[in-house]
């Protein structure tokens, strides 16, 4: 656990822009030198490029390390901008549905001789 309470925050502001900010980053698959373990994340030196603040640098080792749960608030974000732009494209589906149905009937009715009239295509 982390301490995350509201009452040590201030400036507190909602993400904007989460997912073309995730999409800048690649994910990647490697291998730890150490042990030759599998894992996934990130290269350190690229998710600096594009959010400085969520990297850490060592300053005996100069090495990198990832601040992932700040990293985890920013998916979070995207996913809901993800959710709402899915259900703006359902939206508009649905109603372009509505409305080819409504051609087809008012085709059919004037000349039933298409197939899609035959086979009750609307």
Not at 71 to 99: F, G, H, P, S, Y
Request: with cysteine; aromatic share 10%; charged share 30%.
């Amino acid at each position: 656990y982390q301490i995350s309470d509201r009452r040590f925050k201030t400036k507190i502001q909602v993400l904007t822009a989460a997912l073309e900010k995730l999409k800048r980053l690649q994910g990647v698959e490697f291998e730890w030198k150490h042990n030759r373990k599998r894992d996934w994340g990130f290269i350190a030196q690229d998710v600096e490029k594009e959010f400085p603040f969520l990297v850490n640098t060592d300053q005996k080792t100069n090495y990198k390390s990832v601040n992932y749960n700040a990293l985890m608030a920013l998916t979070m974000n995207a996913i809901k901008e993800l959710e709402k732009n899915n259900a703006v494209l359902e939206n508009e589906l649905t109603e372009l549905r509505r409305e080819i149905d409504q051609l087809t009937a008012e085709v059919c009715r004037e000349k039933p001789i298409y197939t899609f009239c035959a086979d009750g295509g609307y």
